[in-house]
C-alpha cells in the first residue's frame, strides 16, 4: 500500500483527523516542499567560500594591496557583520533561542572568520605579541565562546572549541615542561572541554550545547588514551584508564540513548585494547593474529547486538 | 527477482519513518503515533544508525580476518586455490547475509550488510586472483566488471542502494581498464551512465516517492552525478594535475557546453519534478561547474574567485529565501524555505558539530612572504638609491 493509501485508511479509521490527513497528503504529494536545508547548504559554503577567499586573497596580494587596505577591508566586513548581528539580535536568554533571520547565523559565523584573518594579518605584520601569539588564540576562542553563547550559534560553537585546542597545543608545548607531551596535552583539552559542557549544562547555560561538548571531549580524551597507552613504553595504568573511559562513555552513550558514544566508546576501546594485546606477537605469528581478530571482534559485534536489541532498536 | 522481504514490509518501515518525522514535526500527536505505529509495524529488526555501523565494520573485520585465517592456516597460494578460495569465501559470505534476514529477520543492521558487501569484495578479488597471470587481454577490468554484477545482484537481492552505487563505481572502473582513447571512453563512461540514469528515472516516475521509488530517485541522481563526472575534462583540475591533453578538440567544447547544461538541466528537472536527491545532486554539479569554468577556458585562477563565488551561493539563497516567503502562505508553486521536519535541524547540528574537525587554520591568512620594507636597499633617503647600488 502506498503512503497515500494508510492516511486514507488513518482517515476513516478516525486515527486522524481531517486536518492532518489534509496536511500531510500535501505533505506526501510534495504539494508542499521544504528548500529549507537546500539554502542552509548554499550560505554555508557560500560563507566559507568567502572566508577562504579573503584569507587567500590577503596572503597573495598584500604586498600589492598595501597594510591599510588590507586591515580597511578586513576591519570594514568585519564591522558590517557585527552591525548586522547587533541590529538584528534578539534578546539574550538561556535557552534554546531560534534564529532571527535566515542568513543571521552564517553572517556571525563570516565575521567570526573573518575576525580570524584579521588577528592573524596584524600578528604577522606587526609582531605585536610576537612570542606569545598564541595569546590570539585564546583571545579568538574566548571572543567566539561570547558570541556563540549569546547568539546561539553552535558553528560559531564548534570554531571556539577547535581554537581553543589550538591554543592548548601551542601553549602548553611552549610550556616546555610538558613538551612533546601531546597525548596529556589532549587529554588536559578533552578534561577542559568536558568541565566546562558539564559547568554550563548544570548552570542551565545554553543546556542544548552540551551534546558538542561531549562529542569534542569524548574524542579527544579516548584519542589521547589511546595514543598514550599505544607507546612501547608506557604503563599498564594508561591502559586501565582507556578501559575506564571507554566503559563510561559506553554505560553514558545507552543510558542517554546517544549511540555515537557507545560506538565511540567501543572503537576506541577495541584499537587500545587490540594494539597492547597483539604487539608481542605482532610479525610473529599470522594465525594468532588472525584468529584473535576473528574472536574478538564476534565478541564486539554479539555485544553490540545486544546492545542494539535491548536499546537500540528503531 | 525474489528479495528476502516483502514489499509490503518495505514499505510499511518507509512508512513508519515517515509518521516520525511527522511526529516530531508535530503534525501528529503523540498517541496518534504511537497508535499509527502499532498498526504498520513489521517484525523486521531494525537498530540505530551508529549501532549499525559498528555492527558494520566489526562485522568486515571477522570477515577479512577470517578469509585470512584460511589462507595462512592452509598454507593456500597458486591460482586455482587461491580464486576458488576467495570464491568459497564469497559464497559463505552471501549465504550468511540470507541466513541472518531469514533466521533473525534484521534489516539494514549493519552485520547483513556487511556479509553482502565482504560477498563482493571476495568475488572481485577471485576474479583478480585468475585473471592476475592469465595473461588475458583487458584482464584487469574483469574483477571489476565481476564487482559490478556482484553488487547489482546484491542491490536487487537486498535492497541496499548503497550497492547500486558501488555496481556504477567499479563498472567505470571496470570500463576505465578497457585502455580505449580518452575521447572514447570518457563517452562510453557517459553513456554507459546516462543508460542507467534513463532506466531508473522511468523506474522513479512510475512508482513515485513510495518505496521502491525512493531507492530508484537515489540511483537516479547518482547516474546522473557519474554522467557528469565523465563529461567535465577539467574536474579534477581543480584538486589534481591537468587532466584534459588527452581528448579531441570537439570532445572540449562540446564537454563544456555539457558541464552548463548537465547541472542546469537537472535543476529543472528536480524543481519540476520536487525530486531533492536530484536538486541535491544538481547543486553539487554546478558548484563543480562554476569551479572548473577557469580551467576550461584557460584563465588563470584568481585569489578572490573564491569570494565571487561565495557571494554568489549567498545572493542566491538570500533572494530565493525572500521570494519564497513573499508568496502566499510563505510558498510558491508549493515550494517553502520555511523548514516542516526536525531532521533538517538534525542535519545542520551534525554539520556544526562536526565542523569542530575542519581546518580553520588562523596561519590561512599569513602572508606567504614578507613585504619589502621601503628602507630596504637604501630606496628612501640618500638619493633614492636602488637596491642595485
Given at each position: 500500500?502506498?503512503?497515500?493509501?494508510?492516511?486514507?485508511?488513518?482517515?476513516h479509521?478516525?486515527?486522524?483527523?481531517?486536518g492532518?490527513?489534509?496536511?500531510?497528503l500535501?505533505?506526501?504529494?510534495?504539494?508542499?516542499?521544504?528548500?529549507?536545508?537546500?539554502?542552509?547548504?548554499?550560505?554555508?559554503?557560500?560563507?566559507?567560500?568567502?572566508?577562504?577567499?579573503?584569507?587567500?586573497?590577503?596572503?597573495e596580494?598584500?604586498?600589492?594591496l598595501?597594510?591599510?587596505?588590507i586591515l580597511?577591508s578586513?576591519?570594514?566586513?568585519?564591522?558590517a557583520?557585527?552591525?548586522?548581528?547587533?541590529?538584528?539580535?534578539?534578546?539574550?536568554?538561556?535557552?534554546?533561542?531560534?534564529?532571527?533571520?535566515?542568513?543571521?547565523?552564517?553572517?556571525?559565523?563570516?565575521?567570526?572568520?573573518v575576525?580570524a584573518?584579521?588577528?592573524?594579518?596584524?600578528?604577522?605584520r606587526?609582531?605585536?605579541?610576537?612570542?606569545?601569539?598564541?595569546?590570539y588564540?585564546?583571545?579568538?576562542a574566548?571572543v567566539?565562546?561570547?558570541?556563540?553563547?549569546?547568539?546561539d550559534?553552535?558553528?560559531?560553537?564548534?570554531?571556539?572549541?577547535?581554537?581553543?585546542?589550538?591554543?592548548f597545543?601551542?601553549?602548553?608545548?611552549?610550556?616546555?615542561?610538558?613538551?612533546?607531551?601531546?597525548?596529556?596535552v589532549?587529554l588536559a583539552y578533552?578534561?577542559?572541554?568536558?568541565?566546562?559542557?558539564?559547568?554550563?549544562?548544570?548552570e542551565?547555560?545554553?543546556?542544548?550545547?552540551?551534546?558538542t561538548?561531549?562529542?569534542?571531549?569524548?574524542?579527544?580524551?579516548?584519542?589521547?588514551?589511546?595514543?598514550?597507552?599505544?607507546?612501547a613504553?608506557?604503563h599498564?595504568?594508561?591502559?586501565?584508564?582507556l578501559?575506564?573511559?571507554?566503559?563510561?562513555t559506553?554505560?553514558?552513550?545507552i543510558?542517554?540513548?546517544?549511540?555515537?558514544?557507545?560506538?565511540?566508546?567501543v572503537?576506541?576501546?577495541?584499537?587500545?585494547?587490540?594494539?597492547?594485546?597483539?604487539?608481542?606477537v605482532?610479525?610473529?605469528?599470522?594465525?594468532?593474529?588472525?584468529a584473535?581478530?576473528?574472536?574478538?571482534?564476534?565478541?564486539?559485534?554479539a555485544?553490540?547486538?545486544?546492545?542494539?536489541?535491548r536499546?537500540?532498536?528503531e | 527477482?525474489t528479495?528476502?522481504?516483502?514489499v509490503?514490509?518495505?514499505?510499511?518501515?518507509?512508512?513508519?519513518?515517515?509518521?516520525?518525522?511527522?511526529?516530531?514535526?508535530?503534525?501528529l500527536?503523540a498517541?496518534?503515533?504511537?497508535?499509527?505505529?502499532?498498526?504498520?509495524?513489521?517484525?523486521?529488526r531494525?537498530?540505530?544508525?551508529?549501532?549499525?555501523a559498528g555492527?558494520?565494520?566489526?562485522?568486515?573485520?571477522?570477515?577479512?580476518?577470517?578469509?585470512?585465517?584460511?589462507?595462512?592456516s592452509?598454507?593456500?597460494?597458486?591460482?586455482?586455490?587461491?580464486?576458488?578460495?576467495?570464491?568459497g569465501?564469497?559464497?559463505?559470505?552471501?549465504?550468511a547475509?540470507?541466513y541472518?534476514?531469514?533466521?533473525?529477520?534484521?534489516?539494514?543492521h549493519?552485520?547483513?550488510?556487511?556479509?553482502?558487501?565482504?560477498?563482493?569484495?571476495?568475488?572481485?578479488l577471485?576474479?583478480?586472483?585468475?585473471?592476475?597471470?592469465?595473461?588475458?587481454?583487458?584482464s584487469?577490468?574483469?574483477?571489476?566488471?565481476?564487482?559490478?554484477?556482484?553488487?547489482?545482484?546484491?542491490y536487487?537481492?537486498?535492497g541496499?542502494?548503497y550497492a547500486a552505487?558501488?555496481?556504477?563505481?567499479?563498472?567505470?572502473?571496470?570500463?576505465?581498464?578497457?585502455?580505449?582513447?580518452?575521447?572514447?571512453q570518457?563517452?562510453?563512461?557517459?553513456?554507459?551512465?546516462?543508460?542507467?540514469?534513463?532506466?531508473?528515472?522511468?523506474?522513479?516516475?512510475?512508482h513515485g516517492d513510495?518505496f521502491?521509488?525512493?531507492?530508484?530517485?537515489?540511483?537516479?541522481?547518482?547516474?546522473?552525478?557519474?554522467?557528469?563526472?565523465?563529461?567535465?575534462?577539467?574536474?579534477?583540475?581543480?584538486?589534481?594535475?591537468a587532466?584534459?591533453?588527452?581528448v579531441?578538440?570537439?570532445?572540449?567544447?562540446?564537454?563544456?557546453?555539457?558541464?552548463?547544461?548537465i547541472?542546469?538541466?537537472g535543476?529543472?528537472?528536480?524543481?519540476?519534478?520536487?525530486?531533492?536527491p536530484?536538486?541535491t545532486?544538481s547543486?553539487?554539479?554546478a558548484?563543480?561547474?562554476?569551479?572548473t569554468n577557469?580551467?576550461?577556458?584557460?584563465?588563470?585562477?584568481e585569489s578572490?574567485?573564491?569570494?565571487?563565488?561565495?557571494?554568489?551561493?549567498v545572493?542566491?539563497?538570500?533572494v530565493?529565501?525572500?521570494?519564497?516567503?513573499?508568496?502566499?502562505?510563505?510558498?510558491?508553486?508549493?515550494?517553502?524555505?520555511?523548514?516542516?521536519f526536525?531532521?533538517d535541524?538534525?542535519?545542520?547540528?551534525?554539520?556544526?558539530?562536526a565542523?569542530?574537525?575542519?581546518?580553520?587554520?588562523?596561519?590561512?591568512?599569513?602572508?606567504?612572504?614578507p613585504?619589502?620594507?621601503?628602507?630596504?636597499?637604501?630606496?628612501s633617503?640618500?638619493?633614492g638609491?636602488?637596491?642595485?647600488?
Amino acid at each position: 500500500m502506498t503512503t497515500e493509501g494508510y492516511l486514507e485508511e488513518w482517515r476513516h479509521e478516525d486515527l486522524i483527523t481531517a486536518g492532518q490527513h489534509a496536511a500531510l497528503l500535501a505533505l506526501v504529494r510534495r504539494q508542499r516542499f521544504s528548500v529549507f536545508l537546500e539554502l542552509n547548504g548554499l550560505l554555508y559554503v557560500g560563507v566559507a567560500a568567502i572566508a577562504g577567499g579573503v584569507a587567500w586573497t590577503v596572503r597573495e596580494h598584500f604586498a600589492s594591496l598595501g597594510d591599510a587596505v588590507i586591515l580597511v577591508s578586513l576591519t570594514s566586513l568585519l564591522a558590517a557583520c557585527g552591525w548586522y548581528c547587533a541590529a538584528h539580535a534578539t534578546p539574550y536568554s538561556r535557552d534554546r533561542v531560534a534564529s532571527p533571520t535566515f542568513s543571521f547565523d552564517y553572517v556571525l559565523y563570516l565575521g567570526c572568520l573573518v575576525f580570524a584573518s584579521e588577528l592573524t594579518f596584524i600578528e604577522y605584520r606587526f609582531h605585536l605579541l610576537d612570542i606569545d601569539w598564541n595569546y590570539y588564540l585564546l583571545v579568538s576562542a574566548a571572543v567566539y565562546f561570547v558570541a556563540a553563547y549569546r547568539f546561539d550559534n553552535r558553528f560559531v560553537l564548534s570554531l571556539a572549541l577547535s581554537t581553543l585546542a589550538g591554543w592548548f597545543g601551542v601553549r602548553l608545548s611552549l610550556w616546555g615542561l610538558l613538551y612533546g607531551y601531546i597525548h596529556e596535552v589532549t587529554l588536559a583539552y578533552g578534561g577542559a572541554v568536558a568541565l566546562a559542557g558539564g559547568l554550563l549544562y548544570r548552570e542551565r547555560i545554553k543546556p542544548h550545547f552540551l551534546e558538542t561538548y561531549l562529542h569534542v571531549s569524548a574524542n579527544a580524551i579516548l584519542f589521547a588514551l589511546v595514543s598514550r597507552s599505544n607507546d612501547a613504553s608506557s604503563h599498564l595504568l594508561w591502559l586501565i584508564a582507556l578501559l575506564a573511559a571507554s566503559a563510561l562513555t559506553i554505560e553514558r552513550g545507552i543510558r542517554l540513548h546517544r549511540f555515537a558514544f557507545v560506538v565511540y566508546g567501543v572503537l576506541y576501546g577495541y584499537v587500545g585494547v587490540t594494539t597492547r594485546l597483539l604487539r608481542p606477537v605482532l610479525f610473529r605469528s599470522e594465525t594468532v593474529v588472525l584468529a584473535y581478530f576473528v574472536l574478538s571482534g564476534a565478541a564486539v559485534v554479539a555485544a553490540l547486538v545486544l546492545v542494539a536489541r535491548r536499546f537500540g532498536r528503531e | 527477482m525474489t528479495r528476502p522481504y516483502r514489499v509490503e514490509e518495505e514499505q510499511r518501515v518507509r512508512v513508519l519513518d515517515h509518521v516520525r518525522d511527522w511526529a516530531r514535526a508535530g503534525l501528529l500527536d503523540a498517541s496518534q503515533a504511537a497508535a499509527i505505529e502499532s498498526r504498520i509495524r513489521t517484525d523486521l529488526r531494525r537498530t540505530n544508525v551508529f549501532l549499525r555501523a559498528g555492527l558494520a565494520l566489526f562485522t568486515a573485520v571477522i570477515a577479512a580476518a577470517s578469509v585470512g585465517l584460511v589462507f595462512v592456516s592452509f598454507g593456500i597460494s597458486g591460482r586455482l586455490a587461491t580464486t576458488l578460495t576467495f570464491s568459497g569465501a564469497a559464497v559463505v559470505c552471501f549465504a550468511a547475509a540470507e541466513y541472518l534476514i531469514a533466521a533473525f529477520r534484521v534489516y539494514r543492521h549493519g552485520i547483513e550488510e556487511a556479509c553482502a558487501a565482504a560477498g563482493v569484495v571476495l568475488l572481485g578479488l577471485s576474479a583478480a586472483a585468475w585473471t592476475e597471470t592469465s595473461g588475458l587481454p583487458m584482464s584487469n577490468a574483469v574483477p571489476f566488471a565481476i564487482a559490478t554484477l556482484a553488487s547489482f545482484w546484491v542491490y536487487r537481492r537486498f535492497g541496499f542502494v548503497y550497492a547500486a552505487l558501488a555496481a556504477m563505481a567499479c563498472m567505470a572502473v571496470a570500463l576505465s581498464e578497457l585502455r580505449l582513447a580518452q575521447t572514447t571512453q570518457r563517452l562510453v563512461t557517459a553513456g554507459a551512465f546516462a543508460a542507467i540514469y534513463v532506466v531508473a528515472r522511468a523506474a522513479y516516475l512510475r512508482h513515485g516517492d513510495d518505496f521502491p521509488g525512493d531507492d530508484y530517485a537515489l540511483v537516479q541522481a547518482a547516474a546522473f552525478a557519474g554522467m557528469y563526472l565523465f563529461i567535465n575534462v577539467r574536474l579534477f583540475d581543480v584538486i589534481g594535475p591537468a587532466g584534459a591533453k588527452s581528448v579531441v578538440t570537439w570532445f572540449y567544447w562540446t564537454s563544456y557546453a555539457g558541464t552548463w547544461l548537465i547541472p542546469v538541466g537537472g535543476l529543472l528537472l528536480a524543481i519540476r519534478g520536487k525530486d531533492r536527491p536530484l536538486l541535491t545532486v544538481s547543486l553539487v554539479l554546478a558548484f563543480a561547474t562554476l569551479a572548473t569554468n577557469k580551467p576550461y577556458l584557460g584563465l588563470p585562477r584568481e585569489s578572490w574567485d573564491p569570494i565571487l563565488f561565495g557571494v554568489l551561493l549567498v545572493v542566491t539563497a538570500t533572494v530565493v529565501r525572500r521570494w519564497l516567503a513573499r508568496g502566499p502562505g510563505g510558498q510558491r508553486a508549493g515550494f517553502t524555505a520555511e523548514k516542516i521536519f526536525e531532521r533538517d535541524r538534525d542535519w545542520l547540528r551534525t554539520v556544526a558539530t562536526a565542523s569542530v574537525a575542519w581546518p580553520h587554520d588562523m596561519g590561512a591568512a599569513r602572508p606567504s612572504e614578507p613585504a619589502p620594507s621601503p628602507f630596504e636597499g637604501g630606496r628612501s633617503g640618500g638619493g633614492g638609491g636602488g637596491a642595485q647600488y
